[in-house]
């Protein structure tokens, strides 16, 4: 549990998101010896100040001698700003919280030394599992290698994602579209495969209400059948499309995509004939994205929950039923037995307009194979429009 303070920099944190990426969301808060709060900062963007540095700032001489509390181990190394240790040495803090260490194996623990090694006081763990969950991108970047990958799926009560007619806009109210749309803006990426791009033609970008960039666009197609017409290469969303692809797909077929202003990146196939998971996600990786929103089919859930790769599921259930054996569902493959289903933690429950929000979060620390913790975390929530 965090402490007053720290839930007040964590609050602060959350300000970046959709923005601070790639670098972690940073809450800092400066604290007199009366209890009150001198100066608050947070990590905008990557290249600008750091939260510590930007609490700092604002606090002036009146930060010497008092209490920082920040969500994030201090930096100790020189990037795109300064070291952070370095600030909070100058300004004189003579105590500092931190609600979690630094998960890159290169700089963890570093901060902190340098501050004990300053003759600053550190404790570390207040509000400890909050902070970690607030980075989880962040964290999965550095100790995995790869984004953090979040599923989501709009479908009827009876968890069908189309119509035994193929018909599948909009299943969902605008209101919970309007929701994706914020999901959107949450992650570095959005992911679907090439049966979603010949289907509806999407354009995968950001249409919220609140200020954000549009994701960078990927595409998995193992054989080369989007074309380059498609309204994923619009040049004017100013973000780049990736399409992973094999060495079945047509050398013309990629000049076409590159031509469009798509870039074709091929990968192993896996034992289905399709572009391989891992390699792909250790591409992203290398190029910091930390975070992507899976909107495909059900073949492509079905893969990145087989594979291990899903941490987050995010589903919209509309007030209706669907039936029919040959509607597909939410996730297909050949499925999973009772006891190998990958389990998750109800999160939130959440209505918007008609329908319900489902967000859970992947099960990691041997829950019940009945899954009866997770339903009676449910119980309380409200459901109110």
Known sequence: MASQYMARALTLARRGMGSASPNPMVGA????????????????AAGTAHAEVAALAKAGENARGQTLYVTLEP??????TPPCTEAIINAGIRRVVVGVSDPNPWVQ???????????ITVEVGDGLSEAQ????????????????ITLKAAMSLDGKVAAYTGESKYLTSPSA??????LRREHDAILVGSATVLADNPRLTYRGKRRGKNPVRI????????????????????????VFTTEEAPIEWERDIFSAGGEVIRVSQDPNGHVALKEVMEHLAERRILSVLVEGGPTIHAAFLAQGLADRWVG???????????????????????????????????RRGPDIIIDARRQTDGASPTGQEEVQDCLPVSLKP
Request: glycine share 12%; aromatic share 8%.
């Open 316 to 350: 919209y259930l509309a007030p209706l039923i669907l039936g029919g054996q040959e509607a597909p569902s939410a996730v297909g493959g050949v499925g999973f037995s009772l006891m190998s289903a990958p389990r998750f933690k109800m999160e939130k429950v959440a």
């Open 75 to 80: 930096c100790n190394h020189q990037g795109h």
């Open 109 to 119: 623990g570093g901060g902190i030394q340098r501050l004990k090694d300053a003759g």
């Open 219 to 242: 595409v998995l197609d193992s054989r080369g059948r989007v074309p380059s017409a498609a309204l994923i290469f619009d040049l004017a969303a100013d973000t780049p499309t990736l």
């Open 177 to 182: 579209l309007a929701h994706a749309h914020e």
């Open 133 to 148: 969950k607030l980075n989880s991108a962040f964290f999965t970047w550095c100790r995995e290698h790869r984004p953090w």
């Open 29 to 44: 808060v400066v604290v007199g010896d009366n209890g009150r709060i001198i100066a608050e900062g947070y990590h905008k």
